[in-house]
């Protein structure tokens, strides 16, 4: 049985993978990507046309209630990816992941509240969690708010409990640990690494190398939100997306180094470090509760997901600005 489907953030990341993967599952797809004078829909414009033309592209920002209102309109299901993401970015300019992340969210809250929406799904982040106070961490981990963009998610996670709670809205709170792969931005860890490679730079600029992640592939996050979307027991539950297996960028870079160019050197920069409260040092998740629910398991290896990754930015070099800090 197919649904009407709205994606938020589908111009993004993960977004054009979930909307990719949904229109060849047969739902009838709703792309909402951000308004710009470019007529640009992001990574949506990359599709094969014979996915791309099977979406309705909608042009919108979650910060307006009214676009918000008519995106879900009709709309049986809604996800809700469309976010600001970049942690530093956040130090300087808090008040823009307020706008969007928490008032954002609040919008397609009330908006599928008014509309009768029958599912809700909230994009969380692992940042929530700050460093891990135990690991793995399961969906009981305390919350705390190491940067402005992660204590803007944890409100916006909040807010969508509380519509559940206080209205009886069927929301799912879906939240990923680190997501990598095709068409991640270049501010992200691993497209960093990657094309610095594939430039030919011999010293690769980093910041700390001894923080830990749980890198999801990106096929495997978005196999996640799919079968919390099916799933009834979901309705009300917030569910970790992860491998349960951690990596040091400093293992991570030495293992692309070593892949791609063995010559190679790691150079850290004070520019890229967190300010030292804020960087969260570890995070390995369980996601024992969304297998348990749905099933779900990932289908990648890491070493698979990140040859992967190579082949496409290899191929896409170009759309990259190359060793150049982006917040």
């Known amino acids: ?31 909402f990507c951000l308004y710009n004078s470019f007529g640009s829909c992001g ?18 920002d979650v910060r307006d209630p009214n676009g918000v209102r008519t995106a879900l309109r009709g709309q049986e299901r809604v996800y809700h990816l469309a976010a600001l993401i970049a942690i530093p970015f956040s130090y300087h300019s808090p008040d823009s992941y307020v ?19 029958q599912r809700v799904l909230v994009t969380s982040t692992s940042e929530v969690y700050g460093t891990a106070q135990y690991v793995p961490i399961d969906e009981k981990h305390p919350y705390q708010g190491q940067s402005p963009y992660s204590a803007t998610k944890i409100g916006a996670d909040r807010l969508a409990e509380s519509f559940y709670r206080s209205f ?13 792969g095709p068409r991640q ?18 010293q690769i600029r980093l910041g700390s190398l001894t923080p830990t992640r749980d890198f999801n592939y990106v096929k495997d996050t978005v196999a996640g939100f799919m079968a919390i979307a099916d799933c009834d027991a979901a309705i009300g539950q917030e569910l970790n997306i992860a491998t349960g297996q951690e ?11 070593a892949q791609i160019d063995p010559a190679a050197e790691i150079v850290c920069e004070a520019e890229r470090l967190r300010p030292a409260k804020s960087e969260v040092n ?39 600005k190359v060793g150049q800090y982006i917040l």
Do not use: C
């Not at 993004?12 to 009838?28: C, P, R, T, Y």
């Not at 990596?247 to 180094?257: P, Q």
């Open 185 to 202: 931005s270049g501010r992200a860890i691993i497209p960093t690494i990657i094309t610095q490679l594939l430039a030919g730079q011999k």
């Open 43 to 60: 990574w949506i414009d990359t599709l094969p046309p014979e996915i791309k033309g099977e979406m309705e592209i909608f042009m919108g």
């Open 1 to 31: 049985m197919s649904h009407t489907v709205v994606v938020t953030g589908a111009d993004g990341f993960i977004g054009s993978h979930l909307a990719e993967e949904l229109v060849k599952k047969g739902e009838k797809v709703r792309a």
């Open 99 to 117: 706008d969007t992340n928490i008032k954002g969210t609040l919008n397609i809250l009330n908006a599928a509240r008014e509309l009768g929406t």
């Open 168 to 180: 009886d809205l069927p929301v799912s709170i879906v939240r990923p640990f680190n997501t990598y």
């Open 282 to 320: 570890r995070l390995l998740g369980d996601a024992t509760k969304l297998r348990t629910m749905t099933g779900w398991a990932p289908q990648y290896t890491f070493a698979e997901g990140l040859a992967a990754t190579i082949d496409f930015l290899r191929g896409n070099l170009d759309s990259y």
């Open 247 to 257: 990596h040091s960028i400093g293992d991570l870079a030495r293992e692309l180094i």
